[in-house]
């Protein structure tokens, strides 16, 4: 049975610019062909079941033919795979899209096109310029600044310069200065505002806003490399003025996030939004313990205790499984009395349908145990919890049962590039063990990292990391600490 493929624009570089169908058609992959320019972060969208092709295209240079890119989709796609074929920008702007459907559409194979935002109107935006405006430009000209191998510019200059609209040239780096000296044999005004924008939308971007008759020069001081547009017009004049992306706060800073995979998103996105270039490298992976007799058993039981206990968001998922599968449901814990470590562990109780009782004002082992007065306790956490907890319960007498329902396994499946002097979040001790095993022992002296709560904190110490520490152990409070610190340098 023949599969399908799916022709996805990636958009610019910015994952948050890639469109919900990308994004649902990605995550039922089985296949993902994709070139150099589409970014790390969408590329960590990919299913981890699902083969990747990279086909390295990029100027001048194609590893893989455009024929054999066209024959692995066919080939891929016959063999019942779901196909997504990822191509950076639009698919079908400059991206030889249509030539990569036609061999399907000549052997029946199916397919959809998803068109992708593209660089052309993205890069200008995130550089404050304005495709088009009512004072300066009311037309827009996209066009190729790449030539045929071997040949020259087939670009009419002069129908360009007389249009007075904007002109904005992709894929135009090396051919730069011919652009500029064709505008201006063609009449364009020598003082023309214009622009660079190299890597736009993502956090690396940089730009040179200058006039049509300096820009190569200042473009080429500035060490302006692919992939970059240039943008030619009065709009260009806008940029400083309506220059978002470049004012905020996190700009030009990397940031590691170590939390397991199926956590990462939400942290490293809140850092994205504020400017920061993030690393994903899920330090540590999240794994139910099954069969799990112990939790068979103390559900089993559940009528006997007082206290139902949750640290981490993980758990009251595993433990309304449980539930149902002997089942029963939330009525059965009539009664008791639901505690959790914060508000993250207690949005995971309200999705099963219940509100935590207890939450203690400082989001940790230490003040959550002595608001645990009434037992028996039953406590759901991970294999590897915080001793602290268990031991404050003995001390006072309070009886209790401990489940382990999941336990956390540190070490990274893939490696990152770490500098001297990145910043990384640690959220719990696991992931600084996770951290300090992937990364060389040489780099941790130089690192900061920025911790939930003391003995994570404790933990980075103990292996010379500089640490900063929340005010209270919440996603919100430890990016608001990393906000302060880029704001103090």
């Given at each position: 049975m023949s599969g399908k493929v799916s022709l996805v624009g990636a958009g610019p570089g910015d994952p948050m610019l890639l469109t919900r169908r990308g994004l649902e058609l990605l995550e039922a992959a089985d296949c993902v062909v994709y070139d150099r320019l589409v970014g790390r972060p969408i590329l960590d969208l990919i299913p981890e079941r699902a083969e990747r092709v990279n086909v390295g295209k990029e100027a001048?240079?194609?590893?893989?033919?455009?024929?054999?890119?066209?024959?692995?989709?066919?080939?891929?796609?016959?063999?019942?795979?779901?196909?997504?074929?990822?191509?950076?920008?639009?698919?079908?702007?400059?991206?030889?899209?249509?030539?990569?459907?036609?061999?399907?559409?000549?052997?029946?194979?199916?397919?959809?096109?998803?068109?992708?935002?593209?660089?052309?109107?993205?890069?200008?935006?995130?550089?404050?310029?304005?495709?088009?405006?009512?004072?300066?430009?009311?037309?827009?000209?996209?066009?190729?600044g790449h030539a045929k191998a071997g040949g020259a510019l087939n670009i009419n200059f002069r129908a360009l310069a007389e249009s007075g609209g904007t002109l904005v040239f992709l894929m135009g780096v090396t051919s730069m200065g011919s652009i500029c000296r064709g505008l201006l044999?063609?009449?364009?005004?020598?003082?023309?505002?214009?622009?660079?924008?190299?890597?736009?939308?993502?956090?690396?971007?940089?730009?040179?806003?200058?006039?049509?008759?300096?820009?190569?020069?200042?473009?080429?001081?500035?060490?302006?490399?692919?992939?970059?547009?240039?943008?030619?017009?009065?709009?260009?004049?806008?940029?400083?003025?309506?220059?978002?992306?470049?004012?905020?706060?996190?700009?030009?800073?990397?940031?590691?996030?170590?939390?397991?995979?199926?956590?990462?998103?939400?942290?490293?996105?809140?850092?994205?939004?504020?400017?920061?270039?993030?690393?994903?490298?899920?330090?540590?992976?999240?794994?139910p313990i099954t069969p799990c007799p112990d939790l068979t058993q103390a559900v089993r039981r559940?009528?006997?205790?007082?206290?139902?206990?949750?640290?981490?968001?993980?758990?009251?998922?595993?433990?309304?499984?449980?539930?149902?599968r002997q089942g029963m449901d939330a009525r059965a814990l009539a009664g008791l009395r639901i505690a959790v470590i914060g508000p993250r562990t207690g949005e995971a109780v309200e999705a099963c349908g219940l509100r935590p009782d207890i939450v203690p004002q400082v989001y940790d082992t230490e003040h959550l145990a002595p608001l645990l007065t009434e037992g028996p306790v039953l406590l759901c956490r991970s294999q590897q919890g915080n001793p602290e907890l268990t031991g404050d319960l003995r001390r006072r007498g309070v009886p209790f049962t401990e489940v382990s329902t999941y336990r956390t396994e540190s070490g990274c499946p893939q490696s990152a590039e770490i500098s001297p002097g990145s910043w990384v979040t640690f959220t719990s001790a696991s992931t600084v063990e996770g951290f300090v095993r992937t990364v060389p022992r040489e780099l941790l002296g130089s690192v900061t990292g920025f911790c939930i709560g003391r003995h994570t904190a404790d933990a980075a110490r103990k292996y010379g990391i500089r640490v900063q520490v929340a005010e209270k152990a919440t996603i919100?409070?430890?990016?608001?600490?990393?906000?302060?610190e880029a704001a103090f340098l």
């Open positions: 001048s240079r194609h590893p893989v033919p455009q024929d054999e890119i066209n024959r692995i989709l066919l080939e891929k796609a016959q063999a019942g795979m779901n196909v997504v074929r990822l191509k950076g920008g639009d698919p079908f702007l400059f991206g030889r899209g249509g030539e990569e459907l036609e061999l399907l559409a000549e052997h029946g194979v199916p397919f959809e096109v998803v068109p992708g935002v593209t660089s052309a109107l993205a890069a200008p935006a995130y550089a404050g310029i304005p495709a088009t405006h009512r004072a300066f430009a009311s037309s827009l000209h996209i066009v190729t044999d063609a009449g364009m005004a020598p003082d023309t505002p214009a622009a660079m924008v190299e890597s736009g939308t993502t956090p690396a971007q940089r730009k040179v806003v200058s006039t049509l008759s300096q820009l190569p020069r200042e473009a080429a001081d500035r060490g302006i490399h692919p992939p970059a547009v240039l943008i030619v017009g009065q709009v260009c004049s806008l940029s400083e003025t309506f220059d978002w992306f470049d004012r905020l706060p996190l700009k030009g800073r990397a940031v590691v996030v170590t939390r397991p995979r199926e956590r990462c998103g939400t942290l490293a996105a809140r850092l994205r939004a504020l400017g920061a270039e993030t690393v994903e490298l899920p330090c540590i992976a999240t794994v559940i009528g006997e205790y007082r206290t139902l206990v949750f640290t981490s968001p993980f758990g009251p998922g595993l433990f309304f499984d449980e539930l149902r919100d409070d430890l990016v608001e600490l990393i906000l302060k």
